[in-house]
């Protein structure tokens, strides 16, 4: 029964979590417990657990006594599609909750997060709580994971081009689920299914907190994640066609499309060379699909690459097979880009740029800030 006398939430939720879950292998009852281990005054929470492809009753099993939790319900999603995409949909289109979340079947929730969450939209008067996500590694190690950069010392009323919150990709954290609306996931991607999705709250116009409290933690311990398979580039990065094709990007202010461009080229694109460490790697036709790549989002977004520090502009210049430049070393620029606090790291071809606020100066800045909450 529900911890709180406020409804059962077996129909009557405050919060609907969903949980996708793909694999039998996976500790989706590690990420049921947490999520209901809230103060018993707390807002009622239903978890609503997909099984992607997956038999239910294996997940049941799985789950022991929390399958027959009132607070659990369990759903059956087949598409034969490896993403997550789906069954996130399924899960929000059977939500009824003023409020929504997602969450991995990996990963899980720091004790009395959802209630923390909730308590903060309510005092903040937000649509969206951002939360501190944290990184815990197999041997139990966390590191804070400081996205969004947001303006030092701004906690509410966060705007998307000012407090940069395109690099938050995923929505993880607690959304009102009349802004969500009909907003779902990007249907068949294999990775990157959250970017528009997530970017359509951000700039929205809602009102957008951070919270201090409870984390979101992701374990870095599953090795079979769908997005940490290897694929070709053209497939990896397919989001980024699907977010610069969009007509809700194409009519956004320019600001909101170099914001969210220089994430795409900053992270998306350049961390390319952090996955493919080995010059094998980088066939010339690998090379020319990243390249198109750039050229779509500086046609999308043309000030997005001015905001690049001179050692990423080095890289892309470098990066299309005819460049001149072989495979060794274009590795080699992408670790002296790495080499933060350098000249070349820090600062942009043109002047004008040096201090923009998608330029690494301030980036690095605000980064720091945030990590050191």
């Known amino acids: 029964m529900a911890e709180s006398g406020a409804g059962d939430p077996a129909i009557d939720p405050a919060i609907d979590l969903v949980i996708a879950v793909h694999s039998p292998e996976r ?4 990420a049921v417990s947490s999520a209901l281990a809230g103060p018993v005054d707390g807002p009622p929470v239903r978890v609503t657990v997909v ?19 009132a607070r659990v319900r369990l759903l059956a999603h087949g598409d034969g599609i ?39 939209a309510r005092a903040m008067g937000a649509d969206i709580v951002l939360p501190r996500i944290v990184r815990r590694d197999a041997a139990g190690r966390d590191a804070t994971v400081a996205t969004p950069p947001a303006r030092p ?7 998307g081009v000012r407090d940069r919150l395109s690099y938050r990709s995923a929505p993880l954290g607690l959304l ?24 359509r709250l951000w700039f929205s116009g809602a009102t957008i907190a951070l919270a201090d409290g409870p984390a979101y933690v992701v374990h870095d311990d599953a090795r079979d994640r769908v997005t940490l398979t290897a694929r070709p580039l053209a497939t990896t990065l397919a989001f980024i066609d699907e ?30 060379f952090v996955n493919r460490p080995d010059p094998g790697q980088w066939s010339s036709g690998e090379r020319d699909a990243l390249a198109r790549l750039v050229r779509s989002i500086r046609a999308a977004a043309p000030s997005a690459i001015e905001t690049m520090s001179i050692a990423d502009r080095r890289l892309l210049d470098a990066l299309p097979s005819d460049s001149g430049a072989d495979a060794r070393r274009l590795l080699a620029l992408a670790r002296a880009r790495r080499a933060y606090g350098r ?28 990590r050191s909450r």
Do not use: Y
């Open 176 to 199: 009102r689920r009349a802004l969500v609306g009909a907003t779902r996931f990007g249907g068949g991607l294999s990775q990157g299914e959250d970017v528009l999705f997530s970017a």
């Open 243 to 272: 977010v610069l094709d969009d007509r809700w990007f194409r009519a956004l202010p320019e600001a909101s499309r170099d914001a969210l461009g220089a994430k795409l080229l900053r992270i998306n694109v350049l961390g390319e």
């Open 27 to 30: 500790p989706v009852e590690r």
């Open 82 to 120: 490896r993403s997550p995409s789906g069954p996130f949909n399924a899960g929000l289109d059977a939500a009824t909750g003023e409020w929504v979340a997602i969450m991995g079947s990996d990963d899980e929730l720091e004790a009395g997060a959802l209630a923390a969450w909730h308590a903060r």
């Open 153 to 159: 010392g701004r906690r509410t009323r966060l705007d």
């Open 343 to 370: 000249p070349a790291t820090l600062l942009t071809r043109s002047p004008r740029r040096v201090l923009a606020r998608e330029a690494p100066l301030r980036m690095m800045a605000a980064s720091f800030a945030r």
């Open 51 to 69: 099984c992607h492809d997956l038999d239910p009753a294996i997940v049941a099993a799985r789950l022991g006594a929390l399958a027959d939790d």
